[in-house]
């Protein structure tokens, strides 16, 4: 462990042109030319990315009083309601949200063409969306009903919120019955006929600072396309999950809760998303920088998706019922050549979130980053870690004390 | 009348059983197989113009309903708009013909229409309806 750089030192270099950036991918291969060492000397920072849907996310509004003031009861955006238990004009949509009269799952698998994910999305597309607010009316907030149209300029604020983002690795998903799943893992098919993952492996934010050394509250994030900040841990983080010699998680792990400005945000790296039979969800652009404050941090960038395992998880009977059974496990290298081994059989896999879209958004970042605009934040303090004892509970039933 | 452009798909059980025999032989339809994918051990496809006297059209079509076949009006074709296209690679392990699939190691997904059966599967599960199908000429 020999030199040390601060986050001073790279911002430094950063409004002085002279920092060096380059993608989680591209490291790899000069760690293998050069040696950790060297290339810990040379780089100051390392991009990752992910694009993936994340169901944990939504956005706050406030949408500003009409005349005579209304406090809004319900809300409904294009026919989505939105959670108005907080203050008057102030509502959050969360992704998953369906419309009033959606038929849902009753023919199965339902098609769930349209929820919050795509309200967000057409908003920051700019399109018009139609709002109606009901209220019960009050002495200040005597007005009882509103309908008109709103586009993400009309609103005061519009922040994205997403409480759950960037699983830190997650589970591959197979289908062990013998009849077709709808799942949010995406459609599996009968007798392990596929199987399904979901994360960017060696690109993947969190993978690529397993320990959370310099991903913590108050880090600067590329998220949805624009700037955003990492706000807290994300819901269900579980720090304390079984890891690797190297540090990194062999299941989903680490989380992080993720804030920015709407209005800044681009409805490419915001995508409305529908899975067969399960719901609706926004997919997310998330991309984090990680400063290599020393050779430990570069050896954790380094990571490679030989090195990355992820637990097989059947979705027909194990994962509904939590049995917390596994069907072994497989690295990333495996599950992207296409074909993994599950109890013998070979099996096709496909992943659910978009490698090159990750790839887009680690350079896109490490652009940013070298042309200037773009600063590291110093967190102001770290997420809770692996020697956190945090342990991951389940919901009890219990009668009433 | 003017022959009807259709798919058929065969649930895996039924695939050896002489279907299209039975719709030229009693129900008297003229058959020109455009595409077929039909293998013993796996749901089978075939798309078709089909034509024949109109009565006797409806009856060889609810035939082939009656042995387990779902029958669909052809969509004209199938098509990825690029634009709307993550790459999520969802669809390529749900296409049953190879149609939809990844490049590696770059992880690009690619749309292969020579191989697209025009079965629609993938016009449910692409999650963000990049696949799009026109049917006779429509959207
Ligand atoms: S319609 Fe879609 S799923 Fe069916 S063969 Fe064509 S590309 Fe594949
Ligand atoms: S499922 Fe849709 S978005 Fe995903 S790769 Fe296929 S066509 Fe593209």
Redesign the interface.
């Known amino acids: 462990m020999g030199f040390k750089r601060t986050y001073s030192e790279i911002n430094e270099k950063i409004k002085t042109g002279k920092v060096v950036v380059v993608t989680a991918e591209e490291v790899i291969g000069m760690v293998e030319e050069k040696g950790i060492e060297n290339v810990a000397r040379e780089v100051d920072i390392v991009t990752t990315g992910t694009?993936?849907?994340m169901c944990s996310s939504g956005a706050f509004f406030n949408f500003g009083h009409p005349k005579p003031r209304i406090k809004m009861h319900k809300v409904w955006m294009n026919g989505v309601p939105a959670y108005t238990g907080i203050a008057a004009v102030d509502a959050y949509l969360g992704c998953n949200e369906l419309p009033e009269h959606d038929p849902l799952n009753s023919n199965h698998?339902g098609?769930f063409?349209y929820g919050g994910g795509h309200v967000i999305e057409d908003l920051v597309a700019g399109k018009t969306v139609k709002f109606e607010a009901s209220g019960y009316g009050t002495d200040c907030y005597p007005r009882r009903k509103i309908e008109t149209y709103i586009t993400l300029e009309d609103v005061n604020e519009a922040f994205l919120f997403n409480p759950r983002n960037a699983y830190q690795n997650y589970n591959v998903a197979v289908n062990v019955s013998d009849k077709m799943i709808y799942t949010y893992m995406?459609?599996l098919?009968p007798g392990v006929?596929?199987?399904?993952y979901c994360s960017a492996g060696q690109l993947s934010p969190l993978l690529n600072d397993p320990l959370y050394r310099t991903i913590g509250i108050g880090t600067r994030i590329f998220l949805g396309g624009g700037t955003g900040y990492v706000a807290w841990n994300g819901t269900q983080h579980n720090p304390c999950a079984a890891r690797g010699e190297n540090g990194v998680p062999t299941g989903g792990a680490g989380t992080i809760a993720v804030v920015g400005d709407l209005k800044q945000m681009k409805p490419q790296w915001l995508?409305?998303?529908?899975?067969?039979g399960y719901g609706v969800t926004l997919?997310v652009g998330i991309g984090i920088p990680i400063p290599i404050l020393d050779e430990e941090m570069l050896k954790f960038t380094a990571v490679k998706d030989e090195d990355i395992v992820a637990p097989v998880v059947d979705y027909s009977y194990d994962y509904p019922n939590a049995t917390g059974k596994t069907l072994g496990s497989v690295t990333y290298a495996q599950l992207?050549?296409?074909v993994i081994e599950v109890n013998g059989k070979a099996v096709?896999?496909?992943?659910?979130?978009?490698?090159?879209?990750a790839r887009e958004i680690a350079d896109t970042l490490k652009h940013s980053i070298t042309a200037g605009e773009f600063l590291l934040g110093e967190p102001v303090q770290n997420l809770p870690s692996a020697d956190s004892g945090i342990s991951l509970k389940g919901l009890q039933e219990k009668k009433a004390p | 009348m003017s022959p009807k452009k259709i798919v058929l798909r065969f649930p895996s059980q039924i695939v050896d059983k002489p279907l299209i025999y039975h719709l030229v032989k009693d129900y008297e339809l003229m058959i020109n197989v455009l595409k077929a994918n039909v293998n013993p051990d796996k749901e089978g496809f075939m798309v078709m113009e089909l034509s024949g006297e109109p009565g006797k059209y409806e009856q060889g079509l609810s035939f082939l309903r009656k042995q387990g076949v779902v029958v669909e009006s052809l969509s004209e074709g199938i098509t990825r708009n690029v634009e709307k296209c993550t790459h999520c690679g969802m669809c390529t392990s749900i296409c049953p013909s190879g149609a939809l699939y990844i490049s590696r190691p770059s992880m690009e997904v690619i749309f292969d229409d020579s191989k697209c059966v025009i079965c629609g599967v993938c016009l449910k599960i692409c999650p963000v309806k990049a696949i799009e199908a026109s049917v006779n000429g429509r959207q």
């Open positions: 694009f993936g849907p698998p098609e063409r995406g459609a098919k006929g596929n199987a399904h995508r409305g998303t529908s899975f067969l997919t992207k050549s296409g096709p896999t496909a992943p659910i979130s978009s490698y090159i879209k």
